[in-house]
Nanobody, 115 residues
Framework: QVQLVESGGGLVQPGGSLGLSCAAS????????MGWYRQAAGKERELVAI???STNYADSVKGRFTISRNKTTVYLQMNDLKPEDTAVYYC?????????????WGQGTQVTVSS
């Protein structure tokens, strides 16, 4: 099992910045994928940014959000935040071993952008 602990998030005014982090621990073989999803109230969960062999962003956050990672922690730096960025943000990781992998989700952290 892999445990994920998210931190960061909170309340910020439009145009402000926030940083999220998600640390993985436990029975780690190789974290092959790390990313962030979000779910706004009444909406489906959507991809925000993800690092596989490459880095991909949702069009809505390109140029404002930056994802980065080290071996066991993934970060999301969010700049120029907009009210529509308000959501619960979940980290996502894949723990890979040989040709198989298992996906894990963080517990979620609330990001609220409001004046």
């Amino acid at each position: 099992q892999v445990q994920l602990v998210e931190s960061g998030g909170g309340l910020v005014q439009p145009g402000g910045s926030l940083g999220l982090s998600c640390a993985a621990s436990g029975s780690i073989f190789r974290i092959s994928v790390m990313g962030w999803y979000r779910q706004a109230a009444g909406k489906e969960r959507e991809l925000v940014a993800i690092i596989t062999g490459s880095t991909n962003y949702a069009d809505s956050v390109k140029g404002r959000f930056t994802i980065s990672r080290n071996k066991t922690t993934v970060y999301l730096q969010m700049n120029d935040l907009k009210p529509e960025d308000t959501a619960v943000y979940y980290c996502y990781v894949r723990n890979s071993r040989d040709t198989t992998w298992t996906a894990y989700w963080g517990q979620g952290t609330q990001v609220t952008v409001s004046s």
